[in-house]
């Protein structure tokens, strides 16, 4: 059995075989270092909205310990019958319960805004990647 190795037609060969297109590497890489920053900036802002949510619910809890107090001590010290000062009672529950529903609102109003000023940037990134992808796919 006598196969012997012939350089030119093995050369032939490979020449007509179709390799594909190399990626471009560095628009790879600059694309990768763009998502890496749009999830930073993202994530920055998450942590900002819940720093700001964190900081506005102590407010609302210092502030409503405040009229808790002022509250009670104006129970407490209220003239009048058994009657007037329920009346009295009631009102002040009424008005805690309209704050608390008012300060929920407004906390859920900060976590909407962050979350949707975290979630622009990732859409935006997204889209600008997937349109990174298709002009390298265009260069194949």
Same mark, same amino acid.
């Given at each position: 059995?006598?196969?012997?190795?012939?350089?030119?037609?093995?050369?032939?060969?490979?020449g007509s075989l179709k390799m594909p297109n190399m990626p471009d590497f560095?628009?790879?890489?600059?694309?990768?270092?763009?998502n890496i920053e749009a999830l930073t900036t993202a994530n920055k802002l998450?942590?900002?909205?819940?720093?700001?949510?964190?900081?506005?619910?102590?407010?609302?809890?210092?502030?409503?310990?405040?009229?808790?107090?002022? $509250?009670?001590?104006?129970?407490?010290?209220?003239?009048?019958?058994?009657?007037?000062?329920?009346?009295?009672?009631?009102?002040?529950?009424? $008005?805690?319960?309209?704050?608390?529903?008012?300060?929920?609102?407004?906390?859920?109003?900060?976590?909407?805004?962050?979350?949707?000023?975290?979630?622009?940037?990732?859409?935006?990134?997204?889209?600008?990647?997937?349109?990174?992808?298709?002009?390298?796919?265009?260069?194949?």
């Amino acid at each position: 059995m006598s196969s012997s190795f012939n350089p030119e037609e093995f050369m032939k060969l490979f020449g007509s075989l179709k390799m594909p297109n190399m990626p471009d590497f560095q628009a790879l890489a600059d694309s990768q270092k763009r998502n890496i920053e749009a999830l930073t900036t993202a994530n920055k802002l998450a942590m900002e909205g819940a720093q700001a949510v964190a900081r506005r619910n102590m407010e609302i809890v210092q502030q409503s310990l405040s009229e808790m107090t002022q $509250a009670v001590q104006s129970l407490a010290s209220a003239e009048g019958s058994p009657t007037d000062k329920a009346a009295r009672q009631a009102e002040l529950l009424k $008005a805690a319960y309209e704050h608390a529903i008012a300060n929920m609102h407004e906390l859920s109003e900060i976590i909407q805004k962050s979350n949707g000023e975290a979630v622009g940037i990732l859409n935006r990134r997204f889209a600008e990647a997937m349109e990174e992808v298709k002009a390298l796919m265009a260069k194949g």
